[in-house]
Nanobody, 120 residues
Framework: QVQLVESGGGLVQAGESLRLACAAS??????YGWYRQAPGKEREFVAA????????TYADSVKGRFTISRDNQKNTVYLQMNSLKPEDTAVYYC???????????????WGQGTQVTVSS
């Protein structure tokens, strides 16, 4: 019954910004995370947010550039990506999981992904 739908991806130049959104429905876990996967590479963690949105955590590679947030009334999670770099190019996926303190524990619930391409 869980559905996660990502949107907002696109083609941008280095230094520009994108805002991704993840619309959630069904009986999801309370916390959410963003992951990304480039061709030939494993899926990697990007950011996560707790159920109440009071705590967040980020991968070192995106700290200071990306911001995760949520609107519980709209059941939507966002990922604001600023100062994008070519190395950020990947398919970005939304995940429903559990956030404990500073650690995020993903479930097997994933969206279809949205492509982000950053040119140099």
């Amino acid at each position: 019954q869980v559905q996660l739908v990502e949107s907002g991806g696109g083609l941008v130049q280095a230094g520009e910004s994108l805002r991704l959104a993840c619309a959630a429905s069904g009986h999801t876990f309370s916390s959410y995370g963003w992951y990304r996967q480039a061709p030939g590479k494993e899926r990697e963690f990007v950011a996560a947010i707790s159920g109440a949105g009071t705590t967040t955590t980020y991968a070192d590679s995106v700290k200071g550039r990306f911001t995760i947030s949520r609107d519980n009334q709209k059941n939507t999670v966002y990922l604001q990506m600023n100062s994008l770099k070519p190395e950020d190019t990947a398919v970005y996926y939304c995940n429903s999981g559990i956030f404990g303190s500073s650690a995020y524990y993903p479930s097997d619930y994933w969206g279809q992904g949205t492509q982000v391409t950053v040119s140099s």
